[in-house]
């Protein structure tokens, strides 16, 4: 068993506020920093200079991901997140596990404890996909194909090799990040939970036992263009009618599964002008589950609810599937450690699944996993009003650091 | 009992055609012809030359109303309707009125018949309102607000002022159109009916009772920005579902009216990231009913709704309507006049109401009024597919030219 160590608050708040300061909206509330922003680029050199300051070697690799590491040597134990947001997001999303890895590893550099392995930590890039989702994560696990560069881009439309070059970097270098496995012992990422679980049972820590599977769609509703004056409700083919029960379908079939989720986020075209009668109407969403047989139901429960609602009104309706995104498991060993390493420093774990989708994922196809999750309050998060007590983050943190240490002791 | 007239088919399908040239979409289906385009101006200098080789006097007013004249002095008897279409249009909305008038103007003129009172006819200016709706019968009517005319714009932003001048006029003196009612005996207007009552009745013409009163409101909701994986199902405020629950609401209510329609044809805010909660969505639609009773009651009944809808999922609501357009009733001698004037050339009329606005909304503020209805394929207008057959056509020039001329003997 490792001495104990002990992390600095008042430290972890000022880095938070640090952190936070880079890409603050002009309005005071809520963060947008994407990755490869000026702001985004600004918060990297800021982490770098923290990281020498606490004692790491650093450095930056082809797919912009940072790292900071302490020891030398065969593999290594790695921590990280991210350091980007979403668009008007929140101060702890990413920013937090990232600040967490400093704080551990600065924390074990300053008391002079030797470590058998490297501790490393990362802040990957572009998680949140402003260009591509996983974009770091994804190319540090050699999963990046070269061929689809060219072709990313902001929903704005700017290609990701031109912001990549405003940041200094050559994307179709991007690649060349690859890791090899065998230099990675176990991860680990500790992250705001972004729901309510953990609040609701009155708990400060979290052990991850999954990452939620999302399999996203397209509805199309084809109606009939009609003055809005003149043809009466029972012989119109609206589109935007049956696009709205589509959408309630959506929520039905999520709203009846154990834990699933299932959100219209995007409406891609409506009609333009009030009196007319629409002839098409289309939208997006998603479904998330930790079970791949539900994720496989509502396929078919969508598509036949659409199909019912699309025919109640005389519209025709087809339903496009993206290639589905499977649940990830964590490695029972890593997460046993953490509750373990929760459990000594006195704080009791709850296991829950991700609904949200992390860096996690693809370091998974890597090395052994696990997450560590802390309280969102009201479950907010993507969003200004994100935030975790800092008692609740130091929790975390400790329990990160205590699990590091045992990984690296194991 | 004036002597038997007979209009020309042939002529009148010529003119159909070489109007509908004007403002065809480059894909040879649909017209897309918005007053003071280009192709309207083409199309209105086309118009006075075709009014001036069938022997009328012609002229165009400070609101770019276009109009032809058949003899002298005191009180008119007026036909008209518009040359303008909306995006993407059919060939008749509007169009056939305008031909209408011609044919009837110039078969009188060729038959030598001499006339009581001045028959004359009208091409009013931007009755689908790409700047603003029954602009040109609006300012005929005296009801054009000067101050107003700075503001009025097209969807797309453009100021009605600088599309006026594009087409060599001066909006701010389109006031300077309004008519002394004293000149105008009656008015009667022919318009393709837009609905499929006289296709079900098999009835060649309608004499329209009155024209719908149209309510217009905006439903707002107001939701909470959510990360889409990790909120549950039953502690979300989704704003996009409880719009589209409303958007239901809109449809159960006014299919649940007598003769009575509602629309969602303008959603204004929609969600823009498939995996966030949406915090904010609106939309627009409206209510129609030849009942002045049923369009109060309505307002009632859809806030209920939307306050119901929306609590059901924790979201806050606001619904905001604009001024009313309250239902216009047609003049009973007028009507009268149609009806006989079917009668005599041996067609039975349908009496019904008319869903769409016309400008006949506006000349009811001046004269007596009347509308004659020709049957629409399929009820479909505002589309390419917009279709009467010549000889329903055919029928209601007859009609109108035969009521004309009972008009001027009255």
Known sequence: MAAPLVISLPRLRTHIEALSRFGRNPDGRGITRSC?????????????????????????????????RLGNGGPAVLTGSHIDTVPNGGPLDGALGVLAGLECLQTIHESGL???????????????????GLFGSKAFAGKLDAKDIPNLRSADG??????????????????????????????VELHIEQGPVLESANASIG????????????????????????????RRRDAVCSAAACILAVERIAAAGAGTVGTVGEILAT???????????????????????????????????????????????????????????MD?????VLADAASVIGHDAVRLFSGAGHDTVQIARLARTGMVFVPSVGGRSHCPEEETSLIDCGRGIETLLQGLVMLDAS
């Open 36 to 68: 490869w922003s000026p702001a985004h680029e600004q918060a990297r050199a800021w982490l770098l200079q923290r990281m020498k300051e606490g004692g790491l070697s650093t450095w930056v690799d082809e797919a912009g991901n940072t790292f900071g």
């Open 114 to 132: 030797r470590v058998r392995l490297p501790l490393m930590m990362a802040a990957w890039s572009d998680e949140e996909g402003r260009y591509a």
């Open 158 to 187: 700017e290609r990701l090799v031109d912001a990549m070059a405003r940041a200094g970097f050559n994307a179709y270098d991007a690649p060349k990040a690859r890791c090899n496995p065998k230099t990675i012992a176990a991860y």
């Open 207 to 234: 052990i991850v036992t999954g990452i939620a599977g999302i399999s996203r769609f397209v509805v199309e509703l084809f109606g009939r263009r009609d003055h809005a004056g003149t043809m009466p409700m029972d």
């Open 271 to 329: 009609p333009e002008a009030v009196n007319v009668v629409s002839d098409y109407s289309s939208f997006c969403g998603e479904f998330r589950s930790s079970a791949p047989s539900w994720l496989t139901e509502v396929i078919g429960q969508l598509e036949q609810a659409v199909r019912l609602e699309s025919a109640a009104r005389g519209t025709r309706s087809a339903v496009t599937w993206r290639p589905p995104e499977p649940p990830v498991v």
């Open 332 to 336: 029972d060993s890593v997460s046993q």
